[in-house]
T-cell receptor, first 114, second 118 residues
């Protein structure tokens, strides 16, 4: 089955700095790569996703890049703010006919200091 | 608010006991997924139901079982509980998929049920 590795496990940055979280996956058939943000006491929430037919996707301060050859993808957050502090999870799956069983990485705790 | 409701929010029980966790998906969502979150293992996929039928199984122990009812709510039953079963259990639902139509892949998670086994 799919295996997703995520690094680093914790990341501390100053407000305004950029943050980068990296993930690798094992199954070359995976074609859907979402990122979820989990705030304290809440369930994970989708923040951005990318499919295997594109190499990069951007949404305001968040961007995700995908390298299919190397089987890795990354989350980039620019101009970080204290409210970005949370646990971020990457995931991978094979998207097929509307069903997708996500395999998650173990998460990165991002701390943004004012 | 994701629209997914999980009860109870917190549950404390003893080893050997049985508990039932309940999930109400977002209105109109036919798929329900169960995930277990522990500190050392992250989010582990347990099981997926679509419109009452089991679609996929992950790392779900034989002591655990789930079902999805005609009204689409789902229950996760955990029996012969062990200390290691202490975790957050999340339910998620998604837009129904029919050949990908109407489905974006996004999972909407509830706030979880925290199970503590003493």
């Amino acid at each position: 089955g799919e295996n997703v590795e995520q690094h680093p496990s914790t990341l501390s940055v100053q407000e305004g700095d950029s943050a980068v979280i990296k993930c690798t996956y094992s199954d070359s058939a995976s074609n859907y790569f979402p990122w979820y943000k989990q705030e304290l006491g809440k369930g994970p929430q989708l923040i951005i996703d990318i499919r295997s037919n594109v190499g990069e996707k951007k949404d305001q301060r968040i961007a995700v890049t995908l390298n299919k050859t190397a089987k890795h993808f990354s989350l980039h957050i620019t101009e970080t703010q204290p409210e970005d502090s949370a646990v971020y999870f990457c995931a991978a799956s094979i998207w097929n006919s509307g069903y997708s069983t996500l395999t998650f990485g173990k998460g990165t705790m991002l701390l943004v200091s004012p | 608010d994701s629209g997914v409701t999980q009860t109870p929010k917190h549950l404390i029980t003893a080893t050997g006991q049985r508990v039932t966790l309940r999930c109400s998906p977002r209105s109109g969502d036919l798929s329900v997924y169960w995930y277990q979150q522990s500190l050392d293992q992250g989010l582990q996929f347990l099981i997926h139901y679509y419109n009452g039928e089991e679609r996929a199984k992950g790392n779900i122990l034989e002591r655990f079982s789930a079902q999805q009812f005609p009204d689409l709510h789902s229950e996760l039953n955990l029996s012969s509980l062990e200390l290691g079963d202490s975790a957050l259990y999340f339910c998620a639902s998604s837009v129904p998929g029919t050949s990908g139509r109407g489905s974006t892949g996004e999972l909407f998670f509830g706030e979880g049920s925290r199970l503590t086994v003493l």
